[in-house]
């Protein structure tokens, strides 16, 4: 009699348990088997162009101001932060050709810093910088803390401040990279917010995914041009974080 009673009570836990699992297999299907994007997908990082040639710490022929070795290694500190979080985190790295057209040295009667007129295209022309190989094209934060190291400007015909493709339209592998692993949401910061940040970030957008862009871990070339780069990701939809906070990247 009472072996009788333990395996009705046996038999009705085991129907118990097995209509929990179904029903819970059924909302787990419903919400992300049947739509990854519904649930969410991954976040990726993509820290922009942290060479020696952007920054004062390597003495960098376009050294932007503050990018001294504390700002390299908050930006490590960062980037380990959000890898250890689960994040890809990605490097983008400008890998010029020692001929590059943004080098005001390939354009004769020139200064640095003037803007032309390239076949309908403005062009800042900058000091040489991050020409491919040399010492302070490297990037100065850990390697091993990027999942990939994009590069870009490496046609000598056309400037790529975005991470994502250069002035004359060809793309680089980010874009597929990002997809290709599941990523939805992407974090940009680095150097420089007026530049190759805001040309990324914005890319990105264009992309299709959701971005978030952290003033405290980038610097800028000129105040009002940053001000202005933080206003229009800002008015573009572009959710601007003063310093990292991964509670916010994750309910963002
Ligand atoms: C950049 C100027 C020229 C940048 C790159 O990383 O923002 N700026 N090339
Ligand atoms: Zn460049």
């Known amino acids: 009699m009472k072996a009788k009673r333990f395996s009705d009570f046996f038999r009705s836990f085991l129907g118990v348990a097995l209509f929990s699992c179904l029903l819970g297999g059924m909302v787990f299907l419903s919400t992300v088997g049947a739509c990854p994007e519904c649930a969410g997908g991954k976040t990726a990082v993509i820290v ?56 005001y040295t390939q354009h004769p009667g020139k200064k640095p810093f003037e803007l032309v007129d390239i076949e ?23 390697n091993n803390l ?20 250069d002035d004359g339209g060809a793309v680089t592998e980010m874009n597929k990279i990002l997809k290709r692993n599941m990523v939805s949401k992407v974090v940009v910061f680095g150097i420089a917010t007026d530049y190759c940040v805001k040309a990324t970030a914005l890319d990105a957008q264009k992309n ?39 509670k916010k990247i994750n309910v963002e």
């Open 48 to 103: 922009v162009d942290m060479q020696g040639d952007f920054s004062t710490w390597k003495n960098g022929s376009l050294a932007v101001n503050g990018t001294d070795e504390a700002f390299f290694e908050k930006v490590e500190e960062a980037a380990e932060e959000l890898s250890k979080e689960g994040f890809l985190v990605f490097a983008t790295q400008d890998w010029h050709p020692a001929d590059h057209i943004s080098f």
């Open 146 to 165: 990027f999942f990939a190291t994009v590069k870009k400007g490496k046609d000598p015909r056309y400037d790529s401040y975005s991470g994502f493709q």
């Open 208 to 246: 299709g995914f959701k971005v978030i862009f952290v003033e405290d871990l980038s610097k800028g070339v000129a105040p009002d041009t940053t001000k202005a780069a933080i206003e229009e990701m800002k008015a573009k939809g572009i959710v601007v974080l003063k310093d990292l906070d991964i």
């Open 120 to 142: 309908e295209r403005k062009q800042v022309l900058w000091p040489p910088h991050c020409v491919q190989g040399t010492e302070n094209a490297r990037i100065f934060v850990d």
